[in-house]
């Protein structure tokens, strides 16, 4: 196997990686805002049911959580396509959001703690409602006040897709694992190759969030 | 100048503990359409206090208050119906810190009275001319003064077009020199007839644009009298006291 095979390996191994990092980038900012709401919303049940879900999920090893995706859903005969692969794939997203959601709704309420109490009470006098008051007034600034900690979130989740390997998903660590079986006497520069893809998506991820954070900063 | 009909907002054997703390203590009080109130006292006689109940952003503990006969609703969407009614300004102005001037005014008027953003944008442009901060419209609240900021937050309250304006110490965080751009819109709104409730240590305004002044101490009203009598014949001790000390400054 040459080079050029080895790049191509290594390129669909990071297409893959960036194909899980972004539906579950997706994905975890929306559950995760859904359970930040949940967690400072007047109503108990909503309280307690999202804070239960993060104690529980966040204490849990993501391998953990990814087991009980991959082995759990199928056994329920929860399935999302036709070919395996796919499956996979759906498996580990749900598990990757289902995990990083809980950090991100930890990140966000710490946020939502900072917002100074007069935005929301005046939101409230203008009339809107509860609901109208998170979406426009207290979760944008909830945001934008926690960019450099919901970054460093993002990219602890990037690192944690290598996690998918194990369970039957083509990305960066199993391009890396099918390379050395093939070429062994390379195994020290193919190691340093994928440490070196990792850390160019997470170099540019971590741009990202300065370019957001110069961006949306709120004078105050 | 009172009103024989039904008053606008009526508060009725209010009653109002913030743990030990007895905030508000058997609080009567009846505002007519187009009447200009001011509550003054001492700091932590529970004007502050009184003033946020109108609207429900405090609760309390046992009476009744009405707003144009309508009980108070618990929360929930008749309650934020109502504050849509109930304009509010407050000390430390809470403008939008994410949102421009402009968007500051429209944000209720589109998601709460549903105008379409040409119309809103249109009426809130008419409102910031008139407070005197439209070349300020599509700046940021942190890059105004204090005064253009409670001025906007006036006029993020009218564009609601509320039955009633609530105004919480609206100058007491501003510098000596904003006062009275502030006052004067007040002012102007007074005179057009609209329903205020004014917490403030202004006394100069009190004289000029309320109808009656309500004195508090310890969580009672003490004293109501017009500003003339209030000011020349205060009739209770507290009062007196109360006027001694911030008339001789």
Known sequence: MDFLELLQMFLSGTWGTIKLFTVALVGSLVLGTVLAAMRVSPTPVLRIAASTYINVVRNTPLTLVMFFCAFGLPFLDIRFGSTSSFNSFVYATIALIAYTACFVAETLKSGIATIPVGQAEAARAVGLSFGQTLNEVVLPQAFRTVIPPLGSVIIAMLKNTS?????????????????????????????????????????????????????????? | ????????????????????????????????????VVVIGPSGSGKSTLCRTINRLETITSGSITIDGKELPAEGAALAELRSDVGMVFQSFNLFAHKTILENVTLGPIKVRKLSKSEADKQAMALLERVGVAHQADKYPAQLSGGQQQRVAIARSLAMKPKVMLFDEPTSALDPEMINEVLDVMEGLAKEGMTMVVVTHEMGFARKAAHRVVFMAEGEIVEVAEPEEFFTHPQSSRAKDFLSKILTN
């Open chain 1, 163 to 220: 996690i998918a390997s194990a369970f039957n998903n083509r990305e960066l660590i199993s391009a890396m694992r099918n390379a050395i079986e093939v070429r062994g006497d390379l195994v020290i520069p193919l190691l340093f190759g994928t440490a070196v893809a990792y850390l160019i998506l997470a170099l540019l991820l971590g741009r990202v969030f300065d370019y957001l954070e110069r961006k949306l900063v709120i004078l105050r």
């Open chain 2, 1 to 36: 100048m009172r009103v024989e009909s039904q008053p606008l907002v009526s508060m009725t054997n209010v009653e109002k503990h913030y743990g030990d703390f007895h905030a508000l203590k058997n609080v009567n009080l009846d505002i007519a359409e187009r009447e200009v």
